[in-house]
T-cell receptor, first 114, second 114 residues
Framework: DGGITQSPKYLFRKEGQNVTLSCEQN?????MYWYRQDPGQGLRLIYY???????QKGDIAEGYSVSREKKESFPLTVTSAQKNPTAFYLC?????????????FGPGTRLTVT | KNQVEQSPQSLIILEGKNCTLQ??????????LRWYKQDTGRGPVSLTI?????NTKSNGRYTATLDADTKQSSLHITASQLSDSASYIC?????????????FGTGTRLQVFP
């Protein structure tokens, strides 16, 4: 899991509520990423950020929002607009430049919405 | 469409035996290929990264091969241990505007029994 922490490990919410997942890294990496993992599917990119105060949508950004106010932190908010929010969420970070560059993953947060 | 396919979906072997996992991809433009190990409920951990010019790479008992002509990769595990029980994910990077975009396979779930 390297120097990436995600909290909480398990999260339960009622349908219609927004929820924020935490991701912090102490690797001094410029880039951070959020992925979603569902059973039987490969990881899918939600959002990524390569610099503070800037971020880009990934393949499945609808219903999610992010912020990058500090280099170390990249929180993900799952909004009530996300139709199927129950999933395993993974945060990752990497350097930029000197490709190929490794992406280091956090331990994940399992979100259950009922 | 960029795709990464892995086989088999699942595999059961006895401790001490060898096994080989397969990965086929249709990705363009190819940047590099990675193998990750993911324990249940945890984040993926990198095993190897191979660029176009590399056709084999080892990490302890794990050996990955890459045939860029046939767009195939394999991960060979030697003398399996109980701790090898995990999902193994093949990931191919696409060169996207100077950065790596990762395309994830769905993984092979390996179970090692005593």
């Amino acid at each position: 899991d390297g120097g990436i922490t995600q909290s909480p490990k398990y999260l339960f919410r009622k349908e219609g509520q927004n929820v924020t997942l935490s991701c912090e890294q102490n690797l001094n990496h410029d880039a951070m990423y959020w992925y979603r993992q569902d059973p039987g599917q490969g990881l899918r990119l939600i959002y990524y950020s390569q610099i503070v105060n800037d971020f880009q949508k990934g393949d499945i950004a609808e219903g999610y929002s992010v912020s990058r106010e500090k280099k170390e932190s990249f929180p993900l908010t799952v909004t009530s607009a996300q139709k199927n929010p129950t999933a395993f969420y993974l945060c990752a970070s990497s350097i930029i430049g000197g490709r190929p560059y490794e992406q280091y993953f956090g331990p994940g947060t399992r979100l259950t919405v009922t | 469409k960029n795709q990464v396919e892995q086989s088999p979906q699942s595999l059961i072997i006895l401790e001490g035996k060898n096994c080989t996992l397969q990965c086929n991809y249709t990705v363009s433009p190819f940047s590099n290929l990675r193998w990750y190990k993911q324990d249940t409920g945890r984040g993926p951990v990198s095993l190897t990264i191979m660029t176009f010019s590399e056709n084999t790479k080892s990490n302890g008992r794990y050996t990955a091969t890459l045939d860029a002509d046939t767009k195939q990769s394999s991960l060979h595990i030697t003398a399996s241990q109980l701790s090898d029980s995990a999902s193994y994910i093949c990931v191919v990077s696409v060169d996207s505007s100077g950065t790596d975009k990762l395309i994830f396979g769905t993984g092979t779930r390996l179970q090692v029994f005593p």
